[in-house]
């Protein structure tokens, strides 16, 4: 086949599956030339065997050169082993130590009541109307959770969310580079202003009570630019997923109907695995970058330090070794051994949120709503890194009892 996996355009089109099914056939190893690129091109690994052995094998397989193809080298250095997602042990080991104290356990109950909440909200909202462009309910979700978690004030919620979704998403790189700088300003300001005067936000506990162990047994405070960098990786991680994955659910259970009378039969039993398979259709974090740090191999295919290799979790999630007709979406699948949130040490920092805020989302949903109409045809993002539905006009069908 004629592959070119660089090339937005199947991507925006929704049509890139049979390429990752060739590859997983006849070259799960693959060399894919970049014109331009410093060392020539990159590996691709399209299988889940092959993708989990090097998301488990951190020591071998680098994050701190980048974490995606296309990523500007200067850019790169400039946050690495200061932001989690470019960063290697031990550095990387103590920073998400550090900073998941914000997601552990002990503050599940707090976010968990606060997801509920404006899920409510959305939905009721949502509902009173008979036609919407669905995206704009997905993606308010994660965005106000994130916002009211990190403590930024409810008049810049709508201002965050967009300039977050042209950070990452607008096919300008202009663009997508002057939303990071005025997030990155935004979040300097905000830091100080908590410095300042804490309260029970996120920034405030990451600014005065999250300490960071370099290894020598000294605890020291986060710095300002650990602290950024990294607080813009939580929004951009904390919108994306949710986003991109509500949405393909909704597309999925439009053209499905079958699948969501399953799932309100179900019950509440029924929930935790239809997130999953939403999680493993959707795949919003398309692939992820890493370097060799050594001479290696994978498949029997040597690979020479200092290569590049992308791990395509779209493909990993498609494999028909590991799932049983793949190209299937079904909400009551079981085993679901998917990587939509990566594996190994790099696993999402929010992915138990995440989790957390489609599964509500869907009980919310089956509670009032007997289905999902589409009224147009969905599109989809031209990106090979995060890549979703952008536009999903449909008809919610409300259940006799939320109208009366």
């Known amino acids: 086949m004629d592959i070119d996996l660089l090339d937005p355009g199947p991507f925006g089109r929704n049509d890139f599956w049979d390429a990752f099914t060739w590859l997983r056939a006849n070259a799960p190893v693959h060399w894919h030339p970049e014109p331009g690129g410093a060392d020539g091109g990159f590996w691709a690994l399209s299988r889940h065997r092959d993708i989990m052995k090097v998301y488990a094998d951190s020591e071998t397989f680098l994050s701190a050169h980048g974490m995606r193809l296309g990523s500007d080298p200067v850019a790169v250095a400039a946050v690495a082993q200061r932001m989690l997602i470019v960063s290697d042990t031990p550095h990387h080991t103590r920073l998400k130590r550090?900073?998941?104290?914000?997601?552990?356990?002990?503050?599940?109950?707090?976010?968990?009541?606060?997801?509920?909440?404006?899920?409510?909200?959305?939905?009721?909202?949502?509902?009173?109307?008979?036609?919407?462009?669905?995206?704009?309910?997905?993606?308010?979700?994660?965005?106000?959770?994130?916002?009211?978690?990190?403590?930024?004030?409810?008049?810049?919620?709508?201002?965050?969310?967009?300039?977050?979704?042209?950070?990452?998403d607008s096919p300008d790189e202009t663009v997508r580079g002057s939303a990071h700088s005025e997030i990155f300003l935004y979040f300097i300001e905000l830091l100080a202003e908590r410095r300042a005067h804490p309260g029970q936000d996120l920034v405030s506990q990451i600014a005065h009570d999250t300490l960071v162990d370099e290894g020598d047994g000294v605890e020291r405070p986060l710095s300002d630019q650990e602290i950024v960098f990294n607080l813009n990786g939580i929004l951009s991680g904390a919108n994306e997923t949710t986003r991109y994955s509500a949405a393909g659910a909704v597309h999925m259970f439009?053209?499905?109907?079958?699948?969501?009378?399953?799932?309100?039969?179900?019950?509440?039993?029924?929930?935790?695995?239809?997130?999953?398979?939403?999680?493993?259709?959707?795949?919003?974090?398309?692939?992820?970058?890493?370097?060799a740090a050594r001479d290696t191999e994978i498949g029997g295919v040597p690979i020479a330090a200092g290569t590049r290799v992308t791990l395509w979790n779209v493909s990993a999630n498609r494999d028909e070794a590991v799932f049983d007709a793949p190209h299937e979406f079904r909400v009551d699948r079981r085993p679901n051994r998917?990587?939509?949130?990566?594996?190994?040490?790099?696993?999402?920092?929010?992915?138990?949120?995440?989790?957390?805020?489609?599964?509500?989302?869907?009980?919310?949903?089956?509670?009032?709503?007997?289905?999902?109409?589409?009224?147009?045809?969905?599109?989809?993002?031209?990106?090979?890194?995060?890549?979703?539905?952008?536009?999903?006009?449909?008809?919610?069908?409300?259940?006799?009892?939320?109208?009366?």
């Open 338 to 404: 998917h990587i939509a949130f990566g594996h190994g040490r790099h696993l999402c920092l929010g992915a138990r949120l995440a989790r957390f805020e489609l599964g509500a989302l869907l009980s919310e949903m089956a509670a009032v709503l007997d289905g999902f109409e589409a009224t147009g045809p969905a599109t989809f993002n031209s990106s090979n890194f995060t890549w979703g539905i952008n536009r999903l006009p449909v008809r919610l069908l409300r259940s006799r009892a939320f109208a009366k």
């Open 254 to 291: 439009a053209q499905r109907p079958d699948q969501w009378r399953l799932l309100r039969e179900s019950g509440p039993d029924g929930i935790a695995p239809a997130v999953e398979e939403v999680l493993r259709w959707t795949t919003p974090g398309v692939h992820a970058l890493r370097t």
């Open 98 to 168: 550090a900073l998941g104290q914000a997601f552990g356990p002990q503050q599940m109950p707090r976010l968990e009541a606060l997801v509920e909440e404006v899920v409510r909200e959305l939905v009721a909202e949502a509902a009173e109307r008979d036609e919407l462009d669905f995206i704009d309910l997905a993606k308010q979700l994660p965005n106000r959770v994130v916002c009211a978690v990190l403590g930024i004030p409810r008049a810049d919620w709508t201002w965050i969310g967009d300039l977050t979704t042209d950070a990452f």
